[in-house]
DNA sequence: TTACTTTTAGTACCTAGTCATAAAATCGGA
DNA sequence: TCCGATTTTATGACTAGGTACTAAAAGTAA
Protein backbone atom coordinates (compact mmCIF):
# COMPACT_ATOMS: atom_id res chain seq x y z
CA UNK A 1 0.00 0.00 0.00
CA UNK A 2 1.20 3.65 -0.36
CA UNK A 3 1.74 5.38 2.67
CA UNK A 4 0.20 9.30 3.01
CA UNK A 5 2.79 11.65 2.12
CA UNK A 6 3.67 12.58 5.95
CA UNK A 7 4.12 8.85 6.69
CA UNK A 8 6.70 9.01 3.26
CA UNK A 9 8.62 11.87 4.53
CA UNK A 10 9.07 10.72 7.80
CA UNK A 11 10.71 7.11 5.91
CA UNK A 12 12.18 9.05 3.76
CA UNK A 13 14.04 11.08 6.14
CA UNK A 14 14.97 7.62 8.02
CA UNK A 15 15.94 6.06 5.05
CA UNK A 16 18.62 8.47 4.21
CA UNK A 17 19.84 9.04 7.33
CA UNK A 18 20.82 5.38 7.54
CA UNK A 19 22.08 5.03 3.79
CA UNK A 20 22.97 8.63 2.51
CA UNK A 21 23.95 7.02 -0.70
CA UNK A 22 21.19 6.31 -2.19
CA UNK A 23 19.51 7.93 -5.18
CA UNK A 24 16.29 9.29 -6.05
CA UNK A 25 14.97 6.96 -8.58
CA UNK A 26 15.65 3.95 -5.53
CA UNK A 27 13.87 5.85 -3.23
CA UNK A 28 10.87 6.25 -6.06
CA UNK A 29 10.93 2.46 -6.60
CA UNK A 30 11.23 2.24 -2.83
CA UNK A 31 8.08 3.58 -2.13
CA UNK A 32 6.12 3.11 -5.41
CA UNK A 33 6.06 7.32 -6.39
CA UNK A 34 7.60 8.49 -9.12
CA UNK A 35 11.18 10.29 -8.62
CA UNK A 36 9.49 14.00 -9.50
CA UNK A 37 7.30 13.25 -5.96
CA UNK A 38 10.91 12.38 -4.24
CA UNK A 39 12.52 15.28 -5.20
CA UNK A 40 9.61 17.55 -4.36
CA UNK A 41 9.84 15.64 -0.65
CA UNK A 42 13.28 16.16 -0.76
CA UNK A 43 12.95 19.88 -1.36
CA UNK A 44 9.96 20.13 1.19
CA UNK A 45 12.29 18.49 3.83
CA UNK A 46 15.39 19.97 2.58
CA UNK A 47 17.31 17.42 1.93
CA UNK A 48 20.20 17.85 -0.18
CA UNK A 49 20.89 16.01 -3.48
CA UNK A 50 23.03 12.38 -3.42
CA UNK A 51 26.70 14.26 -4.59
CA UNK A 52 26.14 17.21 -1.85
CA UNK A 53 25.37 14.41 0.68
CA UNK A 54 28.25 12.40 -0.14
CA UNK A 55 30.19 15.30 -0.31
CA UNK A 56 28.95 16.05 3.41
CA UNK A 57 29.92 12.62 5.04
CA UNK A 58 33.65 12.92 3.06
CA UNK A 59 34.28 16.29 3.72
CA UNK A 60 33.70 15.17 7.80
CA UNK A 61 35.63 12.18 7.56
CA UNK A 62 38.72 13.75 5.35
CA UNK A 63 38.64 16.49 8.44
CA UNK A 64 38.71 14.09 11.11
CA UNK A 65 41.53 12.29 9.48
CA UNK A 66 43.98 15.22 9.68
CA UNK A 67 43.24 15.13 12.89
CA UNK A 68 46.64 13.24 14.57
CA UNK A 69 46.62 9.58 14.40
CA UNK A 70 46.83 8.80 18.22
CA UNK A 71 44.83 11.42 19.46
CA UNK A 72 41.86 9.87 17.07
CA UNK A 73 41.53 6.92 19.41
CA UNK A 74 41.11 8.82 22.49
CA UNK A 75 37.66 9.36 24.18
CA UNK A 76 37.28 12.69 24.33
CA UNK A 77 38.80 15.40 22.90
CA UNK A 78 42.84 16.13 24.13
CA UNK A 79 43.07 20.27 24.72
CA UNK A 80 46.32 19.65 26.39
CA UNK A 81 49.22 17.61 26.36
CA UNK A 82 52.33 17.63 27.85
CA UNK A 83 54.17 14.03 27.11
CA UNK A 84 54.87 12.27 30.01
CA UNK A 85 54.21 14.61 32.29
CA UNK A 86 50.41 15.94 32.11
CA UNK A 87 47.12 16.03 29.65
CA UNK A 88 44.04 17.72 29.63
CA UNK A 89 40.85 16.05 27.65
CA UNK A 90 37.08 17.33 27.82
CA UNK A 91 34.24 15.10 27.65
CA UNK A 92 30.48 16.14 27.07
CA UNK A 93 28.15 13.61 28.31
CA UNK A 94 25.33 13.38 25.82
CA UNK A 95 22.20 11.49 26.04
CA UNK A 96 23.61 7.82 24.30
CA UNK A 97 25.90 8.06 27.62
CA UNK A 98 23.84 8.09 30.11
CA UNK A 99 21.10 5.62 31.85
CA UNK A 100 17.88 5.89 30.09
CA UNK A 101 15.96 6.42 33.54
CA UNK A 102 17.96 8.70 35.73
CA UNK A 103 20.03 10.65 32.74
CA UNK A 104 23.50 9.61 35.04
CA UNK A 105 26.38 8.97 32.99
CA UNK A 106 27.16 5.17 32.62
CA UNK A 107 30.53 4.57 34.71
CA UNK A 108 32.29 2.87 31.90
CA UNK A 109 32.35 6.42 29.62
CA UNK A 110 33.68 8.23 32.18
CA UNK A 111 36.47 5.48 33.00
CA UNK A 112 36.91 5.28 29.19
CA UNK A 113 37.61 8.97 29.33
CA UNK A 114 40.28 8.90 32.00
CA UNK A 115 42.03 5.50 30.61
CA UNK A 116 42.34 6.47 27.10
CA UNK A 117 44.00 9.89 28.52
CA UNK A 118 46.39 7.39 30.81
CA UNK A 119 47.45 6.09 27.70
CA UNK A 120 47.84 9.20 25.60
CA UNK A 121 49.77 10.71 28.07
CA UNK A 122 52.30 8.09 28.04
CA UNK A 123 55.23 9.24 25.15
CA UNK A 124 55.33 5.69 24.42
CA UNK A 125 54.64 2.92 20.75
CA UNK A 126 52.82 0.95 23.52
CA UNK A 127 50.98 2.07 26.16
CA UNK A 128 48.44 -0.43 28.42
CA UNK A 129 46.71 -0.33 31.58
CA UNK A 130 47.52 -2.89 34.02
CA UNK A 131 46.09 -2.09 37.03
CA UNK A 132 43.52 0.72 38.31
CA UNK A 133 42.03 1.94 41.38
CA UNK A 134 38.97 3.99 40.54
CA UNK A 135 36.44 6.02 42.52
CA UNK A 136 33.36 7.47 41.14
CA UNK A 137 32.82 10.63 43.72
CA UNK A 138 29.48 11.92 42.33
CA UNK A 139 26.89 10.77 39.61
CA UNK A 140 27.31 12.85 36.61
CA UNK A 141 24.60 13.77 34.16
CA UNK A 142 23.59 14.33 30.12
CA UNK A 143 24.59 17.98 29.42
CA UNK A 144 27.33 17.93 31.72
CA UNK A 145 31.45 18.35 30.26
CA UNK A 146 33.62 16.66 31.79
CA UNK A 147 37.48 17.39 32.28
CA UNK A 148 39.62 14.99 33.03
CA UNK A 149 43.13 15.65 34.16
CA UNK A 150 45.82 13.54 34.24
CA UNK A 151 49.53 13.44 35.88
CA UNK A 152 52.06 11.46 35.46
CA UNK A 153 53.53 10.71 39.26
CA UNK A 154 56.16 7.85 39.51
CA UNK A 155 56.57 4.16 38.61
CA UNK A 156 56.83 1.21 40.21
CA UNK A 157 59.26 -0.99 41.01
CA UNK A 158 58.48 -3.28 38.20
CA UNK A 159 58.78 0.08 36.21
CA UNK A 160 55.10 0.75 35.13
CA UNK A 161 54.30 4.15 34.77
CA UNK A 162 51.57 5.48 37.27
CA UNK A 163 49.18 8.20 36.31
CA UNK A 164 46.66 10.04 38.65
CA UNK A 165 43.63 11.15 36.29
CA UNK A 166 41.06 13.07 38.57
CA UNK A 167 37.75 14.13 36.30
CA UNK A 168 35.85 17.66 37.12
CA UNK A 169 32.63 18.88 36.58
CA UNK A 170 32.95 22.90 36.57
CA UNK A 171 35.35 22.99 40.21
CA UNK A 172 33.56 19.39 41.33
CA UNK A 173 35.32 16.56 41.10
CA UNK A 174 33.28 13.53 40.03
CA UNK A 175 35.95 10.88 38.86
CA UNK A 176 39.53 9.90 40.57
CA UNK A 177 41.70 7.00 39.22
CA UNK A 178 45.14 5.99 39.55
CA UNK A 179 46.30 3.61 36.72
CA UNK A 180 49.33 1.43 36.53
CA UNK A 181 50.69 1.76 32.86
CA UNK A 182 52.85 -0.27 31.04
CA UNK A 183 55.01 0.57 28.54
CA UNK A 184 56.85 -0.84 25.79
CA UNK A 185 60.16 1.33 25.96
CA UNK A 186 60.92 0.96 29.78
CA UNK A 187 64.54 0.86 30.68
CA UNK A 188 64.67 -1.37 33.53
CA UNK A 189 63.82 -4.85 31.55
CA UNK A 190 61.52 -7.08 33.85
CA UNK A 191 60.10 -10.90 33.41
CA UNK A 192 56.59 -9.26 33.13
CA UNK A 193 53.60 -11.71 32.14
CA UNK A 194 53.42 -12.58 28.55
CA UNK A 195 53.23 -9.63 26.44
CA UNK A 196 51.55 -9.43 23.35
CA UNK A 197 53.68 -7.89 20.20
CA UNK A 198 53.00 -8.09 16.63
CA UNK B 1 57.12 27.13 -16.29
CA UNK B 2 55.58 24.10 -17.49
CA UNK B 3 56.96 20.87 -16.11
CA UNK B 4 57.78 17.85 -17.97
CA UNK B 5 54.93 14.78 -18.12
CA UNK B 6 56.65 12.93 -16.04
CA UNK B 7 56.96 15.69 -13.16
CA UNK B 8 53.02 17.03 -13.27
CA UNK B 9 51.71 13.39 -13.28
CA UNK B 10 54.16 12.72 -10.06
CA UNK B 11 52.97 16.19 -8.70
CA UNK B 12 49.04 15.18 -9.59
CA UNK B 13 48.85 12.21 -7.76
CA UNK B 14 50.66 14.20 -4.40
CA UNK B 15 47.92 17.01 -5.08
CA UNK B 16 44.84 14.39 -5.39
CA UNK B 17 45.89 12.48 -2.52
CA UNK B 18 46.51 15.45 -0.22
CA UNK B 19 43.19 16.71 -1.10
CA UNK B 20 40.84 14.53 -3.82
CA UNK B 21 37.96 17.12 -3.84
CA UNK B 22 39.76 19.28 -6.64
CA UNK B 23 38.39 19.17 -10.19
CA UNK B 24 40.05 18.50 -13.38
CA UNK B 25 39.25 22.14 -14.10
CA UNK B 26 40.83 23.19 -11.06
CA UNK B 27 44.13 20.63 -11.68
CA UNK B 28 44.17 22.19 -15.75
CA UNK B 29 44.80 25.64 -14.22
CA UNK B 30 47.11 24.71 -10.94
CA UNK B 31 49.21 22.86 -13.94
CA UNK B 32 48.52 25.32 -16.96
CA UNK B 33 47.82 22.62 -19.21
CA UNK B 34 44.22 22.30 -20.70
CA UNK B 35 41.90 19.99 -19.11
CA UNK B 36 41.97 16.98 -21.73
CA UNK B 37 45.60 16.75 -20.28
CA UNK B 38 44.40 16.28 -17.20
CA UNK B 39 42.29 13.47 -17.93
CA UNK B 40 44.58 11.81 -19.98
CA UNK B 41 47.47 12.00 -16.94
CA UNK B 42 44.27 10.75 -14.21
CA UNK B 43 43.94 7.96 -17.24
CA UNK B 44 47.26 6.85 -17.49
CA UNK B 45 47.86 6.82 -13.03
CA UNK B 46 44.47 4.88 -13.32
CA UNK B 47 43.55 7.95 -10.77
CA UNK B 48 39.08 7.92 -10.74
CA UNK B 49 37.37 10.68 -11.56
CA UNK B 50 36.65 13.22 -8.40
CA UNK B 51 33.36 11.86 -7.66
CA UNK B 52 33.77 8.69 -7.22
CA UNK B 53 36.93 9.57 -5.12
CA UNK B 54 34.69 11.57 -2.95
CA UNK B 55 32.38 8.75 -2.71
CA UNK B 56 35.40 6.01 -1.63
CA UNK B 57 36.22 9.08 0.96
CA UNK B 58 32.60 8.93 2.57
CA UNK B 59 31.81 5.02 1.78
CA UNK B 60 35.03 4.66 4.27
CA UNK B 61 33.89 6.96 7.03
CA UNK B 62 30.33 5.87 6.73
CA UNK B 63 31.48 2.25 7.47
CA UNK B 64 33.55 3.80 10.40
CA UNK B 65 30.56 5.51 11.78
CA UNK B 66 28.36 2.39 11.36
CA UNK B 67 30.77 0.27 13.98
CA UNK B 68 31.69 3.06 15.53
CA UNK B 69 27.93 3.89 17.12
CA UNK B 70 27.17 -0.01 18.32
CA UNK B 71 30.54 0.48 20.34
CA UNK B 72 29.06 2.77 23.10
CA UNK B 73 26.18 -0.17 23.41
CA UNK B 74 27.91 -3.32 22.99
CA UNK B 75 29.02 -4.35 26.42
CA UNK B 76 28.63 -7.58 25.83
CA UNK B 77 25.34 -10.63 26.57
CA UNK B 78 23.97 -11.58 29.79
CA UNK B 79 23.81 -15.36 29.74
CA UNK B 80 22.65 -16.14 32.78
CA UNK B 81 21.74 -14.09 35.73
CA UNK B 82 20.79 -14.79 39.31
CA UNK B 83 19.24 -11.13 40.75
CA UNK B 84 22.24 -10.51 43.66
CA UNK B 85 23.90 -13.31 43.64
CA UNK B 86 25.70 -14.20 40.55
CA UNK B 87 25.81 -13.51 36.93
CA UNK B 88 27.75 -13.92 33.29
CA UNK B 89 28.02 -12.41 30.02
CA UNK B 90 30.37 -12.60 26.80
CA UNK B 91 31.63 -9.86 24.80
CA UNK B 92 33.36 -10.91 21.22
CA UNK B 93 36.38 -8.31 20.90
CA UNK B 94 36.26 -7.46 17.46
CA UNK B 95 38.50 -5.26 15.24
CA UNK B 96 36.53 -2.17 16.27
CA UNK B 97 37.45 -2.73 19.94
CA UNK B 98 40.65 -2.79 19.60
CA UNK B 99 44.24 -0.43 19.04
CA UNK B 100 44.45 -0.87 15.34
CA UNK B 101 48.16 -1.05 15.84
CA UNK B 102 48.27 -4.18 17.95
CA UNK B 103 45.12 -5.33 17.98
CA UNK B 104 45.10 -5.45 21.46
CA UNK B 105 41.88 -4.56 23.48
CA UNK B 106 41.21 -1.26 24.66
CA UNK B 107 41.00 -1.54 28.46
CA UNK B 108 37.57 0.48 28.63
CA UNK B 109 35.60 -2.22 27.06
CA UNK B 110 37.07 -4.96 29.69
CA UNK B 111 35.80 -2.62 31.98
CA UNK B 112 32.86 -1.53 30.62
CA UNK B 113 31.60 -5.12 30.15
CA UNK B 114 32.95 -6.18 33.69
CA UNK B 115 31.08 -2.95 35.24
CA UNK B 116 27.48 -3.32 33.27
CA UNK B 117 27.32 -6.76 34.75
CA UNK B 118 28.41 -5.68 37.89
CA UNK B 119 25.59 -2.99 37.54
CA UNK B 120 23.02 -5.54 36.06
CA UNK B 121 23.44 -8.42 38.76
CA UNK B 122 22.26 -5.90 41.56
CA UNK B 123 18.40 -6.37 41.20
CA UNK B 124 17.51 -2.74 41.82
CA UNK B 125 15.87 -0.08 40.53
CA UNK B 126 19.25 1.99 40.32
CA UNK B 127 22.67 1.01 40.68
CA UNK B 128 25.49 2.72 40.71
CA UNK B 129 29.39 2.18 40.54
CA UNK B 130 30.71 3.93 43.37
CA UNK B 131 34.43 2.26 43.76
CA UNK B 132 36.34 0.14 41.66
CA UNK B 133 39.63 -1.70 41.46
CA UNK B 134 40.42 -3.48 38.42
CA UNK B 135 43.54 -5.60 37.15
CA UNK B 136 44.02 -6.22 33.68
CA UNK B 137 45.59 -9.88 33.78
CA UNK B 138 46.61 -10.52 30.08
CA UNK B 139 45.67 -8.98 26.95
CA UNK B 140 42.83 -9.83 24.78
CA UNK B 141 42.70 -9.96 21.14
CA UNK B 142 40.54 -9.51 18.65
CA UNK B 143 38.72 -12.36 17.54
CA UNK B 144 38.86 -13.64 21.31
CA UNK B 145 35.34 -14.09 23.53
CA UNK B 146 35.59 -13.05 26.91
CA UNK B 147 33.20 -14.66 29.33
CA UNK B 148 32.72 -12.05 32.18
CA UNK B 149 31.70 -13.81 35.74
CA UNK B 150 30.11 -11.50 38.47
CA UNK B 151 29.68 -12.61 42.05
CA UNK B 152 28.43 -10.59 44.64
CA UNK B 153 30.47 -11.06 47.49
CA UNK B 154 29.08 -9.30 50.23
CA UNK B 155 28.49 -5.21 51.89
CA UNK B 156 30.74 -2.44 53.32
CA UNK B 157 29.75 -1.02 56.46
CA UNK B 158 28.37 2.02 54.56
CA UNK B 159 26.08 0.01 52.76
CA UNK B 160 27.38 -0.97 49.59
CA UNK B 161 27.17 -4.17 47.05
CA UNK B 162 30.62 -5.71 46.70
CA UNK B 163 30.80 -7.60 43.28
CA UNK B 164 34.00 -9.43 41.98
CA UNK B 165 34.55 -9.81 38.20
CA UNK B 166 36.40 -11.80 36.78
CA UNK B 167 36.69 -12.15 33.17
CA UNK B 168 37.88 -15.40 30.68
CA UNK B 169 39.61 -16.07 27.62
CA UNK B 170 38.46 -20.41 27.33
CA UNK B 171 40.23 -20.92 30.65
CA UNK B 172 42.50 -18.14 31.29
CA UNK B 173 41.44 -15.32 33.72
CA UNK B 174 42.66 -11.89 31.28
CA UNK B 175 40.65 -9.27 33.61
CA UNK B 176 39.86 -9.09 37.80
CA UNK B 177 37.91 -6.42 38.97
CA UNK B 178 36.29 -5.35 42.70
CA UNK B 179 33.33 -2.89 42.14
CA UNK B 180 31.59 -1.44 44.80
CA UNK B 181 27.94 -0.88 43.89
CA UNK B 182 25.67 1.81 45.69
CA UNK B 183 21.93 0.86 44.99
CA UNK B 184 18.90 3.07 45.70
CA UNK B 185 16.66 0.16 47.70
CA UNK B 186 19.31 -1.55 50.16
CA UNK B 187 17.49 -3.31 52.78
CA UNK B 188 14.50 -3.88 50.59
CA UNK B 189 14.26 -7.31 48.71
CA UNK B 190 11.46 -7.08 46.75
CA UNK B 191 10.44 -9.85 44.23
CA UNK B 192 10.55 -6.36 41.26
CA UNK B 193 10.55 -8.60 37.85
CA UNK B 194 11.76 -5.62 36.25
CA UNK B 195 13.66 -5.16 33.09
CA UNK B 196 17.73 -5.24 32.52
CA UNK B 197 18.92 -1.74 33.12
CA UNK B 198 20.65 -0.65 29.77
C1' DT C 1 62.44 16.99 -43.03
C1' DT C 2 60.55 13.00 -41.08
C1' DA C 3 58.79 10.30 -37.23
C1' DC C 4 57.23 10.25 -32.92
C1' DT C 5 55.33 11.88 -28.62
C1' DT C 6 52.51 15.08 -26.27
C1' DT C 7 48.94 18.24 -25.98
C1' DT C 8 44.72 20.28 -27.27
C1' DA C 9 40.13 20.47 -29.35
C1' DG C 10 35.70 18.91 -30.31
C1' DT C 11 31.83 15.78 -30.40
C1' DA C 12 28.43 12.66 -28.44
C1' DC C 13 26.93 10.62 -24.32
C1' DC C 14 26.31 9.85 -19.18
C1' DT C 15 24.41 10.50 -14.26
C1' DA C 16 22.00 12.68 -10.95
C1' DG C 17 20.47 16.15 -10.36
C1' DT C 18 18.21 21.64 -10.77
C1' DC C 19 14.15 24.80 -11.92
C1' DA C 20 9.80 25.86 -13.98
C1' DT C 21 5.41 24.83 -16.03
C1' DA C 22 1.50 22.19 -16.69
C1' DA C 23 -1.53 18.45 -16.60
C1' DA C 24 -3.49 14.53 -14.28
C1' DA C 25 -4.89 12.03 -10.24
C1' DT C 26 -6.60 11.79 -5.65
C1' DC C 27 -8.87 13.40 -1.48
C1' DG C 28 -12.05 15.80 1.73
C1' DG C 29 -16.23 18.15 2.48
C1' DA C 30 -21.11 19.89 1.51
C1' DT D 1 -21.78 13.21 -6.53
C1' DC D 2 -19.59 17.30 -7.86
C1' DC D 3 -16.05 21.07 -6.49
C1' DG D 4 -11.92 22.80 -5.18
C1' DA D 5 -7.65 21.92 -3.07
C1' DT D 6 -3.90 19.08 -2.50
C1' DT D 7 -0.77 15.84 -4.29
C1' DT D 8 1.46 13.52 -7.86
C1' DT D 9 3.36 12.96 -12.34
C1' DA D 10 5.21 14.49 -16.78
C1' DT D 11 7.91 17.31 -19.68
C1' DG D 12 11.51 20.32 -21.24
C1' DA D 13 15.62 23.07 -20.74
C1' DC D 14 19.80 23.36 -18.21
C1' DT D 15 23.93 22.00 -15.01
C1' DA D 16 28.56 19.84 -13.34
C1' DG D 17 31.90 16.84 -13.96
C1' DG D 18 32.85 13.68 -16.00
C1' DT D 19 33.80 9.13 -20.14
C1' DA D 20 35.03 7.65 -24.76
C1' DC D 21 36.43 8.58 -29.06
C1' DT D 22 38.46 10.96 -33.12
C1' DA D 23 41.35 14.30 -35.05
C1' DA D 24 44.40 17.90 -35.40
C1' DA D 25 48.10 20.78 -33.76
C1' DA D 26 52.41 21.48 -31.36
C1' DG D 27 56.78 20.05 -29.64
C1' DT D 28 60.98 17.13 -29.98
C1' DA D 29 64.74 14.18 -31.49
C1' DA D 30 67.24 11.91 -35.36
Not at 96 to 102: G, L, N, S, Y
Given at each position: MRKSKRERQRLLQETIREN???TDEELAEKFSVSVQTIRLDRLELSIPELRERIKHVARQSFADKVRALPLEEVIGDIIDIEPDASAISIFDVKE???????RIARGHHLFAQANSLAVAVIHDELALTAKATIRFVRQVKAGERVVAKAKVTGKTKSGRTVVDVNSYVGQELVFSGTFEMYRSNMEKKDGDSNEYRD
Open positions: PFVEHVFRRT
